[in-house]
Structures are given as structure tokens and as C-alpha cells.
């Protein structure tokens, strides 16, 4: 009977593992992809790039324009995709915005993990975690200059990502002092 349970178990949990190894981030991309391999699966209209990221415009996301970014490690690898949405700019229109934005991802990935809302400075930010995946969704701006980010970061090249963001800050730094 015991072996029975656990044979129940392992078989009820591997689909749920073999979805978080092969969760797709947009249009079958994959955590760990080159730089060359994602330009060339994406179809949207190719709009710049730099050492770790590639840029594109992808239209309307809920009828929002929008682009999406990929960045990569320093060695090659896919470790984010942030969506980047720029609604009008008026108050009542960016809250609903980034509302209408945020429930289309919790109907997909479900109760988000944190949520935060500063309204004296128009900040919003919700987390989801997934097993190898962050999704946060947040909106911020200065100068009645808005955009919402919708941002899928892979936690394997979290670490990698946070050391080269602090390195090209500190060397930004060293620049002006």
C-alpha cells in the first residue's frame, strides 16, 4: 500500500516538474538561450541591442503598446525578459493599466507572493514565484513619465545578473569620481 502512495505521488508530481523545466517566457524561449538563438526565433520588429540585451517592439500587449527587452548574462545566457508598457499617461488610465496588466498575469500564474502600492508616488509591484522563475509586475515613473514593467527573471542567473548589474554600477561610479 506505502509503494502504491508513492508511486501516486511521483506520478502526480512530475508533470509539475517537467512544466517548471520547460517553462517557455515568450514564443518558446528558454532560460539559458544565446543571444543568437533568441534573435533568431523572435519575430518582432527588431529595435536595438547592446552587449546583454536585445530589444524589440511587439505591438500591443491588452491593447497597450509595448516592447519587450531580453538580457542576458556576460556569458550568453537568457536570465530575464521584462516587458516594458507605456499606457497614457493620465493617473486614472495607468492605475487601470497596470491593473488590467497585473490580473492578466495572476489568472495565469496565480495569488502573487507580494504586493506593494506607494500612491503618494504612483509606485505598484507585485511578485509571483514560480519554482525556477520570478515574475514581478510593477509601475513607476517620474514626471508624469509612466511605464508599467512586467519582468520574468530566471532564479538560476539571479546571482550572476545582481553581481554584473552592481559592476557596471560601480563602474559608472568610478567614472564621475
Do not use: H
Not at 129 to 156: E, F, Q, R
Amino acid at each position: 500500500m506505502k509503494k502504491l502512495v508513492l508511486v501516486l505521488a511521483i506520478c502526480l508530481c512530475l508533470p509539475a516538474l517537467a512544466a517548471a523545466k520547460d517553462f517557455t517566457v515568450r514564443d518558446g524561449m528558454k532560460w539559458g538561450m544565446a543571444k543568437a538563438e533568441v534573435e533568431k526565433a523572435e519575430t518582432a520588429m527588431w529595435l536595438g541591442k547592446d552587449d546583454t540585451t536585445i530589444n524589440y517592439n511587439v505591438g500591443l500587449i491588452l491593447g497597450i503598446p509595448a516592447r519587450v527587452n531580453y538580457i542576458f548574462t556576460q556569458d550568453d545566457k537568457l536570465a530575464a525578459v521584462e516587458y516594458v508598457i507605456t499606457p497614457e499617461q493620465e493617473i486614472e488610465v495607468l492605475a487601470k493599466s497596470y491593473e488590467k496588466i497585473r490580473n492578466a498575469v495572476a489568472s495565469k500564474y496565480g495569488l502573487p507572493v507580494k504586493s506593494d502600492i506607494m500612491y503618494n508616488s504612483m509606485y505598484y509591484y507585485t511578485e509571483w514565484s514560480l519554482d525556477d522563475t520570478v515574475i514581478s509586475a510593477k509601475m513607476y515613473g517620474y514626471s508624469n513619465n509612466y511605464s508599467i514593467y512586467v519582468k520574468y527573471a530566471a532564479k538560476a542567473y539571479a546571482e550572476a545578473l545582481n553581481a554584473e548589474s552592481a559592476a557596471r554600477v560601480k563602474a559608472e561610479i568610478d567614472k564621475v569620481f
